[in-house]
């Protein structure tokens, strides 16, 4: 589903190559500062690259913008996601169709309510997003669906590859076990998921495999069997990298 090949950005992306299949939820664990957040940014295009190839099933892509990564399928949710996933003041039913809003429009360019409504409302539904009414605003919701509501968005968008950054951050436990959920059922549609969390047993829980970074490098690659927090933490304060077999 996506490939990265020798992308580099500055000295805070150096040499980032990985493969992720469709179904997979592949996790990006390391310190603070390892550099996680800022891959996903330079693969939605929110920040730009020095070098490197980004191929989207099997063809080579450009993406200098974030609208040219939603245009090849792929979604980023923020780790701050009322900064950069949601229009707080708007309403839930907007938010939702955001990220594809021309699909909702008529030939005269007209906004098509009945459309939105429509789209809104069956994501709502089968996202479980407690609101009172599609015409909440979005910053009277709890975290737990203010996360499902950017989950909405990009599914309205079609993407096939979802990066989620630090997905259950500021959430509470019941919700946390919801956004898990939720992640599994879009793997098993086939959606392409890079997770990336500072949380450990949550990276464990979740992923089928786990990629690990120190200071803007790859330093190993763990499948889910041979995986441990102790695994983990020996690669994230590795500088140089190594092979899942060493």
């Not at 407690?130 to 605003?137: E, F, G």
């Not at 990336?196 to 464990?204: G, N, R, T, Y």
Request: charged share 30%; with cysteine.
């Amino acid at each position: 589903a996506l490939e990265v090949r020798d992308l580099n950005r500055g000295d805070t992306l150096t040499e980032i190559s990985f493969k992720i299949k469709k179904g997979e939820i592949v996790g990006f664990a390391g310190l603070m500062g390892a550099g996680r957040t800022e891959v996903a940014r330079a693969i939605f295009g929110a920040d730009p690259i020095d070098s490197g190839e980004i191929y989207v099933n099997g063809k080579k892509v450009t993406i200098r913008r974030p609208p040219d990564a939603v245009r090849h399928g792929i979604g980023y949710l923020s780790e701050d996601r009322k900064r950069y996933g949601l229009t707080l003041d708007m309403d839930v039913e907007t938010n939702i169709v955001l990220a594809a809003f021309r699909r909702f429009l008529t030939r005269l360019g007209l906004v098509d309510k009945g459309k939105i409504r429509k789209a809104s409302g069956d994501l709502v539904e089968t996202l479980a997003i407690k609101t009172p009414s599609l015409q909440q605003k979005v910053r009277n919701l709890s975290g737990g669906n203010q996360q499902k509501v950017v989950i909405a968005k990009w599914l309205t968008a079609d993407t096939d590859v979802l990066i989620f950054d630090e997905p259950t951050r500021g959430i509470d436990v019941g919700a946390k076990s919801e956004i898990y959920r939720l992640l599994n059922d879009l793997a098993q549609q086939g959606k392409a998921i890079i997770m990336i969390s500072s949380e450990l047993p949550e990276i464990l829980r979740m992923s089928h495999r786990i990629v690990v970074m120190c200071e803007g490098r790859i330093t190993g690659e763990l499948s889910s069997d041979e995986a441990t927090q102790e695994r983990i933490m020996q690669y994230a304060t590795q500088r140089t990298a190594v092979t899942s077999g060493d």
